[in-house]
């Protein structure tokens, strides 16, 4: 059981660069999701991909965030230009589309600082 | 969006004893998970509830799908010091594959 699989685990970058975090679902899994939490919050869902079509995003995206799914497998969440506002733990889920659906399986997060 | 009230948002209590959090909702969901998350680490599922009115166990936590589909609650007996965490409830809107969580309760156990 590999279970989700998040790389780095953790990023400390300065304000100006791009960053860029994987996720490697359970391979059965074909929901996949990417979340932000902040110190003190519960989870805030970012976009969410079936398969390797990205079917929703929040508001929360802005136009320096951009994910990708590219073969239904793993995904990446890129953030160019981050800011200090970036500095979030950003963690991914994944869930199989079927019976017992809607159980997310989280991995154990990418936490970005921005200096 | 959908909004989640989670209570109480944190509770210090004594290993041995009960604990009931809950959350509600200002609209029907049609699943509710409950999570638990340990510092540093990416929230672990606790007990999932499709039905309303269901109730479910997993050993010493209890966890309620309310009758209006509106809120759920989870109770754990017996307290010990690694139940230390951040306690999550989580919803699906109806339609939704998207789950909305609450803000969190943190428990800590005093030995």
């Known amino acids: 059981d590999t279970g989700v699989s998040q790389d780095p685990r953790h990023k400390i970058t300065k304000r100006g660069q791009n960053v860029t975090f994987r996720c490697d679902p359970i391979s059965e899994h074909n929901r996949l999701y990417w979340y932000r939490q902040t110190l003190g919050q519960g989870p805030e869902f970012l976009t969410y991909?079936?398969?390797?079509?990205?079917?929703?995003k929040s508001r929360l995206l802005s136009d320096r965030f951009s994910a990708e799914r590219p073969k239904g497998s793993f995904s990446t969440l890129e953030i160019q230009r981050t800011e200090q506002g970036d500095s979030a733990m950003y963690l991914c889920?994944?869930?199989?589309?079927?019976?017992?659906?809607?159980?997310?399986?989280f991995g154990a997060g990418s936490r970005l600082t921005v200096l | 969006g959908q909004q989640l009230n989670q209570s109480p948002q944190s509770m210090f209590i004594q290993e041995g004893e009960d604990v009931s959090m809950n959350c509600t909702s200002s609209s029907i969901f049609n699943t509710w998970l409950w999570y638990k998350q340990d510092p540093g680490e990416g929230p672990v599922l606790l007990i999932a509830l499709y039905k309303a009115g269901e109730l479910t166990s997993n050993g010493r936590l209890t966890a309620q799908f309310g009758i209006t589909r509106k809120d759920s609650f989870l109770n754990i007996s017996a307290s010990i010091p690694s139940d230390v965490g951040i306690y999550f409830c989580a919803g699906f809107p109806g339609g939704s594959y998207i789950p909305t969580f609450g803000r969190g309760t943190s428990l800590i156990v005093h030995p």
């Open positions: 991909f079936q398969n390797e079509a990205q079917l929703e």
């Open positions: 889920a994944s869930s199989f589309r079927g019976s017992g659906a809607n159980v997310l399986t």
